[in-house]
């Protein structure tokens, strides 16, 4: 069974500062989603990573994926405001059952001023 | 239509009472899933359908639990004599087939079982 692993699950920090949220998975999988989610609110996508070191940037976030180590890591730069949200990674399977995904239970980010 | 539209936003009903949730599908979108949403449990997979195969069941909870989809776009997922352990958001995402893409969510019902 496919485990997804987050953390932390909540980060407080200042506007202006870096931080990584970390994604761990169990078993083989060659496909990695990042979302967002604001209260209320339903999952944006944010990153889609397909590959052994894919990296991808968009504005101050950027995703990052190591297969060999099972993990995938969302870095954070000068954090702002607009950032506070629940973030998940989300893994596919290898093989057949690609497209069922395993969310992480989310990491709550909270920039302060 | 511009993006996965899912009705009713907020359902309220209940325990014993049969609820049906309603996704539609971004248009063009082959792929079409069903997740839920529940402050215990986090995201959960529930149904997969990929055009005209069999879809992939294997994630609803019970029997109580059915989903169809017609003609290839709209679906409906189908809860029979709800229990109060079925309150969650459900999530309905669509993707233009499967190779990795992105799949778009719906806003999500609310459903709370009384």
């Known amino acids: 069974e496919l485990k997804v692993e987050q953390n932390p699950l909540f980060l407080s920090m200042q506007e202006g500062k870096n931080y990584t949220i970390y994604c761990n998975y169990s078993t083989t999988s060659d496909r990695l989603y990042w979302y967002r989610q604001d209260p209320g609110k339903s999952l944006e996508s944010l990153f889609v990573l397909l590959s052994n070191g894919a990296v991808k940037q968009e504005g101050r976030l950027m995703a990052s994926l190591d297969t060999k180590a099972r993990l995938s890591t969302l870095h954070i730069t000068a954090a702002v405001h607009d950032l506070s949200a629940t973030y998940f990674c989300a893994v596919g399977p290898s093989g057949g059952s690609n497209y069922k995904l395993t969310f992480g239970k989310g990491t709550l980010l909270t920039v302060n001023p | 239509g511009a993006g996965v539209s899912q009705s009713p936003s907020n359902k309220v009903t209940e325990k014993g009472k049969d609820v049906e949730l309603r996704c539609d599908p971004i248009s063009g979108h082959t792929a079409l899933y069903w997740y839920r949403q529940s402050l215990g449990q986090g995201l959960e997979f529930l149904i997969y359908?990929?055009?005209?195969?069999?879809p992939d069941k294997s994630g609803l909870p019970s029997d109580r639990f059915s989903a169809e989809r017609t003609g290839g776009s709209v679906s409906t997922l189908t809860i029979q004599r709800t229990q109060q352990e079925d309150s969650a958001v459900y999530l309905c995402?669509?993707?233009?087939?499967w190779g990795g893409g992105k799949l778009f969510f719906g806003s999500g019902t609310q459903l709370s079982v009384l």
């Open positions: 359908f990929q055009g005209n195969s069999a």
């Open positions: 995402a669509s993707s233009l087939g």
